[in-house]
């Protein structure tokens, strides 16, 4: 399922089948399937809980429980030992049996809310984790397992005419490509990576002068100035994870124009040194 689950990102993306399933999903926002699953069995077993008394399912579910908890034996075939280890997965066996104890249920709402953000926030930290073992996704930055669907998709949906640049950008985020620092063909001095073809090559600096101009004239003055100021790797790393943040509407000419920098200066590059996206 986890499989088929990247592979549908892929699709919906445009990336090649080299591409890092984490990396894949993490750009779309969204969780692992076992994140989900773990979701799924936690509101389950509160579902029937909250039921009332005279209620079979509720009667059946309280007696394996208090079975499971209280025996030498764990059942691992069990529907209802699997829905206490995801309990114990995130440290809510407690509060369960607790709650079974005093009859005491917070409302549905409630445990759906403070549940999801636990499951997934564990789903985040497994990314991330993940994601370290990785050398093609050392250009994705660690706020965008914060931010849901990356900014590039949801300036896409304003702008569908730059979905092709969009997919681009993602490929040269997640390293598609697997550009393997190589000395560039090129300039003969720097390896050949994001950074180099974006802000490092000197045989494109007149083209990349005037194009980066434009970027920083449309960006708010702030915005502007932390561009300027920052080394071109962290730079690389900020627009490529379209600024690190949420998309934000206002920066729409921002949006466009760096994704117009982005893909003019890669094709450039690549038609320069005779290779392809």
Not at 79 to 93: G, H
Request: hydrophobic content about 40%; aromatic content about 14%; proline content about 3%.
């Amino acid at each position: 399922m986890e499989v088929f689950h990247s592979k549908n990102a892929k699709l919906f993306q445009r990336l090649p089948n080299n591409t890092s399933n984490i990396g894949s999903i993490v750009t779309m926002g969204w969780p692992k399937i076992s994140a989900y699953i773990d979701f799924q069995r936690l509101l389950f077993i509160w579902r029937v809980l909250t039921l009332p008394m005279d209620s079979i399912y509720k009667i059946v579910m309280l007696y394996r429980i208090l079975h499971i908890y209280h025996s030498d034996h764990m059942y691992f075939g069990s529907p209802v030992c699997k829905m206490l280890q995801t309990c114990y997965r995130y440290n809510l066996l407690n509060t369960v049996i607790t709650a079974i104890m005093n009859g005491e249920y917070v409302g549905m709402d409630k445990w759906k809310q403070w549940t999801s953000r636990i499951v997934f926030d564990a789903s985040n930290r497994s990314c991330r984790a993940t994601s370290f073992l990785y050398k093609s996704l050392t250009l994705l930055s660690s706020d965008s397992y914060q931010n849901g669907i990356i900014g590039w998709w949801v300036y896409s949906k304003y702008a569908p005419e730059d979905f092709k640049k969009c997919a681009n950008i993602i490929r040269l985020l997640l390293n598609s490509y697997r550009l393997h620092d190589d000395v560039c063909t090129l300039c003969l001095e720097g390896t050949v990576n994001a950074t180099h073809i974006l802000f490092g090559c000197v045989m494109l600096e007149d083209r990349r002068s005037a194009l980066w101009e434009q970027v920083l004239d449309s960006c708010p003055q702030r915005l502007a100035d932390e561009l300027t100021n920052m080394g071109i790797e962290a730079r690389t790393i900020l627009i490529l994870n379209a600024f690190n943040c949420p998309y934000v509407r206002e920066w729409s000419l921002s949006y466009e124009r760096l994704c117009k920098f982005i893909n003019i200066m890669y094709c450039t590059y690549s038609s320069a040194v005779n290779f392809k996206l």
